[in-house]
């Protein structure tokens, strides 16, 4: 069954629906109207929705959603009625416009576009809609259904360049030009790893929950992770992980109390002691995230 869909104020034509229609007959789930194709007519749109607010946010669902849509916020458009409801569209604001084409992208649907006029809207009364607070809403949308952007790709910046850092300065003061890099450039590897797995972690939590609500697809890799994760292989790693840390440390103490707990050489005892203070928190990030999945896992039985 076919559904038009489209905003009632006398901006768009419903009288010239058979580009809509003609799509949906190919094979098409979900069929978008594309103002900057089909025309906007003088004082149709504001020329901050115009030039920024929508090429941006359609600009975004294209980069994290591979979406093939130009004009994602187009108030007219046509679908499939069983296709849209498996999707599970419940936004309860003007970020729905973004929903259907996020979810449909996600879950693999088919979709187009077709050229659309947009007209001067004949209301008697100011538009409802809030640029900022609206374009906000449609943003925090798209990045709370894209783990990979919000999460993954913060996470990996973060952790390999914090590990970089960290190993150039390893053995002593690193000098580029007139730049030192020493042991405060050192404590901000330490700080990028630390926060960069820690996003991590919250990334694939994230994603685990969203494959248990039905909020995200399912997905094979995260299939295979949870058949292979355990409790008890979680608890085995962080502790290997921290016992590593608390071993470098003890031997920094070690080397304090042969020198008859003396004043110890900074420069080279606080490099190895960033490095165990960084392997006991990732120990102990990694024990206390593998008691939260197992939570998430209770629930389920994948």
Known sequence: RFVIMGDADD??????????????????????????HGGIMPGAMPPLHRYFGNPLLSLLLKLFFRSPIGDCQCGLRGFRKEAIERIRLDTPGMEFASEMVVKSCLNGLRITEVPTTLHPDGRDRPPHMRSFRDGWRNLRLMLLLCPLWLYFIPAAFLSLAGLALMAWLTLGPQTIGRVTFDLHSMLLGSLGILVGYQTGWLGFLAKVYGHYSGVLPASPFIRTILRTFTLERGLIAGALIAAIGFLVNLGLVTVWWKSGFSQLNYAVTMRWALWGLTALVVGVQTIYSSFFLSMLKMSRND
């Open 11 to 36: 901006s768009y034509d419903f009288s010239r629906l058979d580009a809509f229609i003609e799509k949906l007959r190919q094979g098409y789930d979900l069929v978008m109207g594309n103002r900057f």
